[in-house]
């Protein structure tokens, strides 16, 4: 008799936000979900919230070899990867200067070079799924770039330019989905180091009307359509953000 292999999904930056969201709506959907990020206390007990088909691996995506040896454990004890949301990020806003030099730095390294790294180390596994799914996490700072925020747009833009080329190269084996969300109520701005914009972004996401879960709930339904029908692009925002 053959035993159907329980789909598995690899969520980035798992440990808040979007992706413990993310982890959560896919787990009700029947996924093995596999939890990485940094700060191991929030995943593990992440992990141990959601139960049965939850593993935590702590992984930094700037870091090529955490990925590989989590890649390592997810082929041996769970036969592969099946989705990867590429969801860990910072937004590190404020203005161009010299002194935000390491903020500019650690975007482009998590924002976009880990997205890529992960995806990369995951890729044999996705394509030996035959039926697996790359959700990329944008921002619709990646279509309009505004004053403070250039080099996160920057690292948005180009997560939606190799998103293109990738959904190109990788199909009809491997769907790539561009998630691009406005203001949504998470820690992202809690992080920004530029003590101004700080208080200025927080004020403006303390009123946020959209919750994690709402892009949660978009991911899981891009990723459970029928296998004809890929949904490249998504751009969502607040009802009345403008």
């Known amino acids: 008799m053959t035993t159907t292999k329980t789909p598995v999904a690899v969520i980035t930056g798992a440990s808040s936000g979007i992706g413990a969201a993310t982890s959560r709506a896919l787990h009700e959907r029947g996924y093995h979900v596999v939890l990485l990020?940094?700060?191991?206390?929030?995943?593990?007990?992440l992990?141990?919230?959601?139960?049965?088909?939850?593993?935590a691996i702590s992984a930094?995506?700037?870091?090529?070899?955490s990925l590989v040896s989590a890649a390592e454990r997810v082929n041996s004890e769970l036969g592969g990867a099946d989705v990867l949301v590429n969801n860990a990020g910072v937004m590190l806003l404020g203005p161009f200067s010299s002194e935000q030099r390491d903020d500019y730095r650690q975007m482009i390294e998590v924002n976009l070079l880990g997205a890529i790294t992960a995806a990369e180390v995951f890729l044999d596994q996705l394509k030996s799924s035959g039926n697996a799914d790359i959700v990329n996490i944008s921002s619709v700072a990646g279509r309009t770039a505004r004053s403070g925020n250039g080099v996160y747009a920057a690292t948005k833009w180009g997560i939606n330019g190799w998103s293109e080329a990738l959904r190109q190269e990788l199909l009809p084996s491997v769907r790539v989905t561009l998630i691009e969300?406005?203001?949504?109520?998470?820690?992202?701005?809690?992080?920004?180091?530029?003590?101004d914009t700080n208080t200025a972004v927080n004020e403006l996401y303390s009123h946020a009307q959209v919750s994690a879960g709402d892009i949660a709930e978009v991911i899981a339904f891009v990723i459970t359509r029928p296998r004809h029908l890929a949904i490249n692009e998504i751009l969502l925002r607040p009802a009345g953000q403008a």
């Open 37 to 45: 990020a940094r700060r191991t206390g929030r995943i593990d007990a």
């Open 47 to 55: 992990a141990a919230e959601l139960g049965d088909r939850a593993t």
């Open 60 to 65: 930094d995506v700037t870091d090529r070899t």
């Open 181 to 195: 969300p406005g203001v949504v109520a998470t820690e992202l701005p809690t992080h920004i180091t530029h003590a």
